[in-house]
């Protein structure tokens, strides 16, 4: 770890807490540690980096990202390629185009932009956004709505998923049901049958549903 590594992150934080008008012993009383410590952190007197234990401590209680503070303290961690952070609290998500909620659509794969997202929901994995249309998900997710989606291949039973159906040139979001034989896709609204996922009828499981975002 270099000196200018320090002298950042010390910098870092002192400014952090100049923006926020909070005393030195009301910051470290926010993150539990003591303002003498703090004080050297911010006055590049302290004799090394924080450990990634006090880095996260120090993250949590300025409400500041913590993989900023690593990269400050010199040590490398492993963030997620497709997401960009764009300050303490939110990442930049892509939205891949619309995903139904009632009759499946045509899935378009391509990215239409992007949206800031809180930076705790998608702390490992690759994400992306769908733009639900359609009713079949109500009242658990709302017609209109967006969902954060963490991409993988497969879901427990209960899950909300994403899922391409048949050759995979359309998409539905649905709840996980397997039996032995079948994957059933179930509408939370009564007045949608649920689609049974077959040799008969194949589908693929792009991800699983980890937050709703009501648009207005």
Known sequence: MTDINKTNLGIYIKNTLDE???????????????????SKLTNKKADS??????????AKGLRINKFILYNLAGIETPKPSNIEYIDSNF????VIGEIA???????????????????????SGTFFILNCIGDSMEPTIANGSQV????????????????????????TLKRIKKTKT???L????????????????PGRILGIVKMEMKRF
């Open 91 to 94: 990442v930049n998500i892509p």
């Open 186 to 201: 179930m509408p939370d609204n009564p007045s949608y049958d649920p689609i049974v996922l077959n040799e008969d009828r």
């Open 148 to 171: 954060v989606v963490r991409e993988q291949p497969d879901a427990e039973n209960g899950q909300i998923a994403a899922v391409l159906l048949e050759d995979e040139n359309t998409a």
């Open 101 to 123: 909620c009632g009759e499946p659509i045509i899935a378009e794969e391509n990215i239409s932009g992007y949206v800031p997202t809180p930076s705790d929901v998608v702390k």
């Open 182 to 184: 079948n994957v059933i």
């Open 49 to 58: 980096n924080p450990k990634p234990e006090t880095l996260d401590k120090i």
């Open 20 to 38: 926020s008008g909070w005393s030195l012993r009301q910051a470290a009383l926010q993150i539990g540690v003591s303002p003498a410590y703090l």
